[in-house]
């Protein structure tokens, strides 16, 4: 069977991994950009995914090129805790949740896919810009490279998915009326700041007063010879008025995002230190994208951003673009027929997926930060007079279901391969 992917992001490499372990060896990989380079900063890897990357053998190194992170709490702006749980390995999972840069993680999977599966298996200068169902089955995909005067190829496959992040080509053709991702008017800012470990090193801090809101972790666990590690930052700012979708570029011109934190403190952690020495800062608007209703048209499918991209609350992007891979690729291992396999998969994945991209866009589990602002802008004495903490309990738990990493889920055996030995780096508990 001859598989291609549009999109060499973190689902479309995982996906061509999960394929490739599944036995499929005529996978390819169609990668946009001339070369595949380090962007974006800090993402996530609930211990769901990180299980289904220990899966692929890969774990092991994945956890060298980041931080564990034991712990999460949801401040307010004076630093007052509102919730703080455990997580990976201290909250029980027999997985460890990762915090990584996305560049070293999209290089570690390239690498990955390029010693199992041969250079040829990424195309980068490779734009799929359409597709053709083929009346005997199959799909014929139409490709521009900008080297050569921008030629068109066209290369027959068995089976395309669109891992085409966030401005999918795929999925515009699949859904020609759909437009522009959605805004919330909220803006986000974002860096690396080279700072001392803040809460024990191993700890994620999200605080908020109802319109600013900080985000921040690590992205290593030992420090360099100075005592510093990386750490990830993101501010957004709420758009309190204006029409939903106002224009996005003017707001993220506003850089009044340092003032506005200047303030903050939660801990040994200063927003104002962390701001001011930080690399390069970049902005850029809070987009989502509503949820379909089919993700699987005959050979045709989507994965990850261009399937159920989130407003990015929770940390579950990246993860659970690395679920769908292996759900893909458990789909196609187990049924003949690929139209089959992909409408398997989209019943797998897609109506869950569904309901996550609505609960992000209510804010997911940092809605507690808003619902604390609401009723205690100045501060609380006890959290629980605030907020009983049974409501905050139950918020927290409810997400971690709706995305998979609650405890028994994570523990569980993956829905999609064989067992996994312990290993020595990554290792079950
Ligand atoms: C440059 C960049 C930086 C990012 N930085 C962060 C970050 O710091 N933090 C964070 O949480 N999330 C970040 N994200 C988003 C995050 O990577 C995804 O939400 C998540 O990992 C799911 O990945 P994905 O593979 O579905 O999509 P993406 O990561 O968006 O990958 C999609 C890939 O498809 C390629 N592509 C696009 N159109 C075509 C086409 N027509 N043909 C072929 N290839 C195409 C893109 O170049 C990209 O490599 C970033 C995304 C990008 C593209």
């Excluded at 860096?191 to 605080?207: K, L």
């Excluded at 600013?212 to 709420?238: F, H």
């Amino acid at each position: 069977m001859k598989l291609l992917i549009a999109g060499a992001g973190i689902g479309g490499l995982t996906a061509a991994l999960s394929l490739h372990s599944v036995g499929m060896r005529d996978v390819r990989v169609l990668e946009a950009v001339p070369e595949i380079r380090p962007l974006g900063a800090g993402v996530n890897l609930l211990p769901n995914a990180v299980r289904e990357l220990a899966a692929l053998e890969l774990a092991e190194n994945l956890a060298d090129l980041g931080a564990d992170l034991t712990e999460l709490g949801y401040y307010n702006h004076l630093g007052q805790e509102i919730w703080r749980e455990p997580r990976g390995w201290a909250g029980g999972s027999r997985w460890p949740q990762l915090a990584l840069h996305r560049g070293a993680l999209q290089t570690a999977l390239a690498d990955s896919v390029r010693a199992r599966l041969g250079d040829a298996a990424i195309t980068t200068d490779a734009r799929v810009t359409g597709f053709t169902p083929l009346p005997g089955g199959g799909v014929e995909v139409s490709v521009a490279h900008r080297a050569g005067d921008r030629v068109t190829e066209r290369i027959r496959a068995d089976v395309l998915v669109g891992a085409d992040g966030l401005r999918s080509a795929v999925r515009e053709a699949l859904y020609p009326q759909e437009g522009e991702p959605r805004s919330n008017s909220t803006t986000v800012w974002r860096g690396v700041t080279r700072c001392a470990p803040f809460r024990g090193g191993h700890a994620m801090v999200v605080m908020g007063d109802g319109r600013w809101k900080a985000v921040v972790y690590p992205l290593a666990v030992r420090p360099d010879t100075e005592g510093l590690i990386p750490v990830n930052w993101a501010i957004s700012r709420a758009a309190t008025e204006g029409p939903q979708g106002r224009d996005a570029a003017a707001a993220a011109s506003d850089d009044g995002f340092a003032a506005a934190v200047a303030g903050w403190r939660c801990g040994d952690l200063r927003m104002a230190a962390l701001v001011a020495d930080s690399g390069a800062v970049s902005s850029f608007p809070m987009l989502d994208r509503d949820p379909v209703p089919r993700w699987s048209f005959g050979t045709v499918t989507l994965l990850g951003d261009a399937a159920h991209a989130m407003a990015p609350m929770g940390s579950n992007a990246t993860t659970q673009a690395v679920l769908d891979a292996r759900s893909l690729a458990h789909a196609l291992a187990t049924h003949d027929d690929p139209v089959a396999a992909l409408a398997a998969y989209d019943r797998d994945r897609r109506p869950r997926m569904n309901r996550l991209q609505l609960l992000n866009r209510a804010k997911g589990p940092e809605v507690v930060i808003d619902l604390v602002h609401e009723r205690a802008p100045e501060g609380f004495g006890r959290v629980g007079d605030v907020v009983p903490t049974a409501r905050l309990a139950q918020v927290a738990r409810a997400y971690a279901r709706a995305a998979g990493f609650d405890v028994p889920s994570v523990n569980a055996p993956s829905p999609y391969g064989r067992p996994i030995r312990p290993r020595s780096a990554v290792r079950e508990r």
